[in-house]
């Protein structure tokens, strides 16, 4: 499976400031998702992130708040805006790969807003 | 939307036990995923399942896609320490991968 790395792997923010997280891939991907997963709780899709446009987002979750980049095949980034403490969580991303697109998730970025 | 039952929400067990735990859902899958995930860690997929009826084994590690595809179960045989985690399962939607449904997990603890 491919090889997945997250920066940071965890910050202490403020509230209102932003942190943009990465997610590196070793290989190509035609798939990659960003989850979020707060404190104690399951894992929930924000977003789909799309090579060359724009991310699909899930119920719950908006552009403005969350945006994303997808540059290549091989890279996206996620950002928090305007941070509050509910946004307090571990982001993971994944990617899809192998005959039957199964998923494999990054370390994840765990996010702590005072 | 669509919402997965994961069942029990804890276990506390003696190692060498075995273990069984299963998620249900209103909705049918196409594909029926089981994750592990240690703390500070990612999910790390543990199996995967691709038919109704589907009994797939992974050295201890033992799951099964339900026939109505709207449940799966997965066992461990003779538990060891290193079994502690949070085990979620998630069902798939569609064939062409994508968006993962999760269940709300299943904590172990494995008493030495």
């Known amino acids: 499976s491919a090889v997945i790395s997250q920066k940071p792997s965890r910050d202490i923010c403020q509230r209102g400031t932003s942190l943009t997280i990465q997610c590196q891939v070793d290989?190509?991907?035609?798939?990659m998702f960003w989850y979020r997963q707060q404190p104690g709780q399951s894992l929930t899709l924000i977003a789909t992130a799309n090579q060359g446009s724009e991310a699909t987002y899930e119920s719950g979750f908006v552009i403005d708040k969350f945006p994303i980049s997808r540059p290549n095949l091989t890279f996206s980034t996620l950002t928090v805006s305007n941070m509050s403490p509910e946004d307090s969580s571990i982001y993971l991303c994944?990617?899809?790969?192998?005959?039957?697109?199964?998923?494999?998730f990054g370390p994840g970025t765990r996010l702590t807003v005072l | 939307g669509q919402q997965l039952n994961q069942s029990p929400q804890s276990m506390f067990i003696q190692e060498g036990e075995d273990v069984s735990m299963n998620c249900t859902s209103s909705?049918?899958?196409?594909?029926w995923l089981w994750y592990k995930q240690d703390p500070g860690e990612g999910p790390v997929l543990l199996i995967a399942l691709y038919k109704a009826g589907e009994l797939t084994s992974n050295g201890r590690l033992t799951a099964q896609f339900g026939i109505t595809r709207k449940d799966s179960f997965l066992n461990i045989s003779a538990s060891i320490p290193s079994d502690v985690g949070i085990y979620f399962c998630?069902?798939?939607?569609?064939?062409?991968?994508?968006?993962?449904?999760f269940g709300q997990g299943t904590e172990l603890s494995v008493k030495p």
């Open positions: 998630a069902g798939q939607l569609g064939n062409q991968g994508g968006k993962l449904i």
């Open positions: 909705s049918i899958f196409n594909t």
């Open positions: 290989s190509q991907v035609t798939m």
């Open positions: 994944s990617v899809a790969q192998g005959e039957n697109n199964e998923q494999f």
